[in-house]
């Protein structure tokens, strides 16, 4: 069963028959005693739903389970402060490695490496580190959230507000500074009035879209930071006789799968996710089992990024426009 090549072909196949005859399965207690081997990773999360992440998590899953890992994972679902509470709970367990898979600041993020033990590797999602073992990977929000914004302008829009996701987190930041990029390469200033704090989560774009319309201002666009907000913002104007795109248009972010189902579809930002999840993954196992691979490099500060891609659908009105045209 450990593939020893001291076992004869012909006596392999007749165990194995056995084995699968009787339905063994080996203890993973007795095994790991043996091995001195836990093969469990941990990973850290803020929230369980209504998130990117899920999928960056689904994708660490499977991609540890082909490799033969587990996963174990600690947080609390909208608890901002929920990762650093959560880590006791993982170092009473013994994993291997720690996968950091949440979109927070940088202060939690250190906060959280201050309780791990340096022998444990970790793979972090948006923050580079001097830690020793430590490796980031990020995507490209930036150019995302740019590519977003610099669409609607190119329709035309005069107006477009932004919904933000959680203040101070990597992700916020990221995608403001993208729309500032937008913003700029169009030659048009800030009007920091059509910025509104949103929390990633569908009631955020509710109330961060009637907050918007009671300004009483003409607005022709929403930018907002996840496809729930957006989503959360087309109810909010639905309320108020506001069809969307016809009289207002609204990109979201994410892409996640309800965005294309939605009334009217969501014009979004393709964020790879679940790629992020597997290549995470792939990178924390590479790690603990010592691997020659480009990990070394990341290890001295650089870090990998992801790309992002504009999914144009109805939300956005570019259909309109093309027909006008």
């Given at each position: 069963?450990?593939?020893?090549?001291?076992?004869?072909?012909?006596?392999?196949?007749?165990?194995?028959?056995?084995?699968?005859?009787?339905?063994?399965?080996?203890?993973?207690?007795?095994?790991?005693?043996?091995?001195?081997?836990?093969?469990?990773?941990?990973?850290?999360?803020?929230?369980?739903?209504?998130?990117?992440?899920?999928?960056?998590?689904?994708?660490?899953?499977?991609y540890a389970a082909a490799h033969g890992y587990h996963i174990t994972i600690a947080g609390e679902e909208l608890h901002s402060r929920a990762e650093p509470a959560a880590v006791p709970m993982l170092k009473r367990q013994p994993i291997e490695g720690l996968l950091i898979a949440y979109h927070g600041s940088q202060d939690d993020h250190y906060q959280i490496l201050a309780n791990i033990a340096e022998t444990i590797p970790v793979v972090t999602?948006?923050?580079?580190?001097?830690?020793?073992?430590?490796?980031?990977?990020?995507?490209?929000?930036?150019?995302?959230?740019?590519?977003?914004?610099?669409?609607?302008?190119?329709?035309?829009?005069?107006?477009?507000?932004m919904i933000t996701g959680a203040p101070r987190a990597c992700e916020t930041e990221m995608r403001i500074r993208g729309y500032c990029d937008a913003m700029s390469d169009a030659g048009r200033s800030l009007d920091s009035s059509l910025l509104v704090e949103g929390d990633w989560c569908v009631e955020s774009g509710y109330l961060a879209a009637k907050r918007l319309m009671e300004q009483g201002r003409r607005l022709t666009a929403v930018f907002a930071h996840s496809d729930r907000m957006a989503m959360g913002c087309i109810a909010?104007?639905?309320?108020?006789?506001?069809?969307?795109?016809?009289?207002?248009?609204?990109?979201?972010?994410?892409?996640?799968?309800?965005?294309?189902?939605?009334?009217?579809?969501?014009?979004?930002?393709?964020?790879?996710?679940?790629?992020?999840g597997q290549l995470c993954a792939g990178l924390l196992i590479d790690l603990i089992d010592g691997k020659d691979t480009d990990v070394g490099r990341w290890l001295r500060g650089e870090r990998h990024a992801l790309e992002t891609r504009l999914v144009v659908r109805r939300s956005c009105g570019a259909h309109l426009t093309q027909t006008l045209k």
């Open positions: 069963m450990n593939n020893s090549q001291k076992v004869r072909e012909d006596t392999r196949r007749r165990i194995l028959d056995i084995i699968q005859t009787a339905g063994y399965r080996p203890d993973p207690a007795a095994t790991n005693l043996a091995t001195k081997r836990s093969y469990l990773l941990g990973i850290v999360t803020a929230t369980f739903t209504g998130n990117a992440m899920v999928h960056a998590i689904e994708g660490a899953q499977k999602m948006g923050y580079a580190f001097d830690q020793r073992k430590v490796v980031a990977v990020r995507v490209d929000s930036r150019k995302g959230a740019r590519d977003a914004v610099r669409h609607l302008l190119d329709l035309g829009h005069e107006s477009v507000a909010a104007f639905a309320e108020q006789g506001l069809r969307v795109p016809e009289d207002i248009a609204v990109v979201g972010y994410n892409d996640i799968p309800e965005s294309r189902y939605y009334n009217p579809p969501l014009t979004t930002v393709r964020y790879p996710a679940f790629e992020l």
